[in-house]
């Protein structure tokens, strides 16, 4: 073995157990009892107090690069994703200049990313009005789905899709079993607003907004037989319709963000727009019935949705939602602050790998990532789930120093993490480049 780790906690499709890890050339090759002969050059011998997890997927990162560098960029998010145990991200198509919505820009992409990486990365294309005929080669050049949005995205240059051109989409989409991740707001219900008000913003993008449109992408899935993905889901009443199409057999997948699972619209601090994202963080009922569906398998998974910015696009010399960006930063800390609340609810840590590891894995068709077991990569969180520090924006590792989550104590450190046998928490540039084939 060139690698081996022995931890008394440590989360497999079993469950948690303690055990040992080998790992020879990036691959896991072995999982055994905490007592086997494996050895190797390189023992961890993980504390009582440390949980062995397996690299976190984070299906949702706006990366913003090339183009909007300044928001973001390659380095700094997945400098800022190895600092939160996260080993494998997908870059969302839009705010970068070219958005991918062809092979080229996917190229652009890539050229961009390439020797820039701690961590893998792959990309989503896009489906946009007019780019119909390039989503079977974006497909086949290894994108692992297609994002759109039903209205304005908050850049011109990535358009949305009229319902006619979202069923065209997805009637492509399912000649060759490709996956469409959709950002469901219906902009008929959604009003304009103004001001520093929190509720005025939140009323101006009510439940309606997403409730109707998830149920005309439901209805569309169901017409065309394929494969749809609600991203962002924080509209708690739209898990009955959910449950009823899953029943029926729709092949319906849903995420959420740790911001719709910590944080409560009822104390959110008007002028405080670093708390502003679309569709926007509801009332304390609702983020229980969002814990809920987690727990009743209604939603599948836990994604971070990093969509960060400038310091000044935050708007906050004036405290203005209307005229704010709208994203949340919270790439690096997505796991303790998860792990703060499930533990609340009698979560486990098996939970919590199945919503932030297996499942955004599973969903994007990586068939070695997400779990520690023979043959997958060898990915690793090493997390101490018991340690606690208060999140301080200047600390983190994305580009610009401005989170909805500064100040708030949490639960859960992430100690180091490995991606094919190698630690990245450090200055490491060991990532890849993934297409959908050799994920």
């Keep these: 073995m060139d690698l081996v780790f022995r931890a008394r906690r440590m989360i497999t499709t079993a469950g948690e157990v303690e055990g040992t890890v080998g790992v020879r050339e990036g691959r896991i090759v072995a999982v055994e009892p905490l007592n086997s002969a494996l050895d190797a050059d390189r023992v961890i011998e993980l504390g009582a107090n440390q949980v062995l997890l397996p690299g976190l997927v984070d299906t949702h990162v706006h990366v913003n690069d090339p183009g909007r560098t300044e928001w973001e960029g390659f380095k700094t998010a997945t400098r800022a994703a190895a600092a939160g145990g996260i080993t494998t991200l997908l870059d969302m198509p839009l705010n970068s200049l070219p958005p991918t919505i062809d092979v080229d820009a996917l190229d652009v992409k890539r050229k961009t990313a390439e020797g820039r990486l701690h961590v893998d990365v792959g990309f989503w294309g896009g489906a946009v009005p007019g780019n119909l005929k390039q989503l079977r080669p974006m497909h086949e050049a290894g994108v692992f789905g297609f994002k759109s949005f039903l209205l304005h995205s908050g850049v011109d240059e990535f358009g949305h899709l009229s319902f006619a051109e979202f069923e065209a989409a997805l009637r492509e989409l399912n000649r060759f079993n490709g996956l469409m991740i959709v950002h469901a707001e219906d902009e008929q219900s959604i009003t304009s607003s103004r001001g520093r008000r929190y509720a005025d913003f939140l009323a101006s993008r009510p439940r309606a907004a997403e409730n109707g449109a998830i149920s005309r992408v439901i209805a569309l899935a169901r017409k065309t037989g394929a494969r749809a993905h609600i991203l962002h889901l924080s509209s708690s009443d739209a898990l009955p319709m959910i449950a009823e ?149 200047e600390q983190l590792h994305h580009r610009n120093p401005v989170t909805a989550y500064h100040g708030l104590p949490l639960a859960g450190r992430v100690v180091s993490t490995w991606l094919r046998g190698i630690k990245v928490t450090g200055e490491e540039l060991h990532g890849d480049l993934l297409g959908r084939e050799d994920a």
């Design 245 to 393: 199409a899953r029943a029926e057999g729709v092949e319906l997948t849903v995420e959420t963000c740790p911001h719709y699972l910590t944080f409560v619209a009822e104390e959110i601090p008007d002028g405080a727009t670093q708390f502003k994202c679309c569709p926007p963080i509801r009332e304390a009922a609702n983020r229980e019935a969002l814990w809920q569906g987690l727990a009743d398998g209604l939603i599948d998974f836990i994604v971070s949705d990093h969509s960060p910015s400038t310091i000044a696009l935050k708007r906050f010399d004036t405290g203005d939602f209307g005229d704010a960006w709208g994203g949340i930063a919270g790439l690096q800390i997505g796991l303790p602050a998860v792990w703060t609340q499930a533990r609340r609810r009698g979560h486990k840590m098996f939970d919590v790998a199945e919503w932030m590891a297996h499942r955004p894995a599973k969903l994007a068709g990586m068939r070695h990532k997400g779990q520690i077991a023979p043959g997958f990569d060898a990915d690793f969180c090493v997390f101490a789930p018991d340690e606690a520090f208060v999140v301080q924006a």
